[in-house]
Each structure stands twice: as structure tokens, then as C-alpha cells.
């Protein structure tokens, strides 16, 4: 199983990026999908998640309204749009997957995915 984030990069905020997440070795329909970032000297936090093919979506209170989570099952990819983004958001982004669908009490806890990207990195200037 590989999971290989892109799209990252250093804007201005303000501007959107959307990072993407490229997963080879499962089926995208079979399992649900976690976006979460780590700033220096901070603990991962959860940012988005969705459940099994897109049924599903669900955003920590930070990004609501401004980021986006969502699949291609054919192109075998996770996206996160982020839109609006502020100097706060500039952290290192990954992308985690885990069989089975994700809930309120634990989408956002690392602990319950089973597989993680290497990471990209974000960075917006104010």
C-alpha cells in the first residue's frame, strides 16, 4: 500500500492550493481517507476526513468552509481543496487511509488509520 501526497507548496494568504493523494495497492471504496497536518512544535492534528466513496465528509471547526475533501475511485486519488488560506494553515499535510468507515469520535485520531503518505508540505505567507 503507497500513499504520495503532491500539491503542496508557499502561497500567499488568501489563495488556494488543492493537494492530492495518489493511492496504489486498495481500492479507494473500501476504506476511508484522513487529511491531518503538523506545524513545528505542534501535535498532528486531524483536518478533513472522508468515508467510503465519498459518503461522507467531515472537517475540524479550523477549515470548515474553506477546505474540501473528496475521491476519485477511478483515478485512485484523495483531494483536499483549501481555499481562503491563512498564515495559520502552513504546516505539513498528510494523507491516511484506514479500512472501514471513520465516525465522529475518531476521524480525527491518528491511531485509527493504518496507512500514511510521506507528507507535503504547505506554507502560506501573510
Known amino acids: 500500500v503507497q500513499l504520495v501526497e503532491s500539491g503542496g507548496g508557499l502561497v500567499q494568504a488568501g489563495e488556494s492550493l488543492r493537494l492530492s493523494c495518489a493511492v496504489s495497492?486498495?481500492?479507494?471504496?473500501?476504506?476511508?481517507f484522513g487529511w491531518f497536518r503538523q506545524a513545528p512544535g505542534k501535535s498532528r492534528e486531524g483536518v478533513a476526513s472522508?468515508?467510503?466513496?465519498?459518503?461522507?465528509?467531515t472537517y475540524a471547526d479550523s477549515v470548515k468552509a474553506r477546505f474540501t475533501v473528496s475521491s476519485d475511485n477511478a483515478e485512485n486519488t484523495v483531494y483536499l481543496q483549501m481555499n481562503n488560506l491563512k498564515p495559520e494553515d502552513t504546516a505539513v499535510y498528510f494523507c491516511?487511509?484506514?479500512?472501514?468507515?471513520?465516525?465522529?469520535?475518531?476521524?480525527?485520531?491518528?491511531?485509527?488509520?493504518?496507512?500514511w503518505g510521506q507528507g507535503t508540505q504547505v506554507s502560506v505567507s501573510s
Open positions: 472522508i468515508t467510503l466513496s465519498g459518503f461522507s465528509a
Open positions: 491516511a487511509a484506514t479500512g472501514g468507515p471513520t465516525y465522529s469520535t475518531d476521524w480525527d485520531k491518528s491511531w485509527r488509520y493504518l496507512y
Open positions: 495497492g486498495i481500492t479507494l471504496a473500501d476504506y476511508s
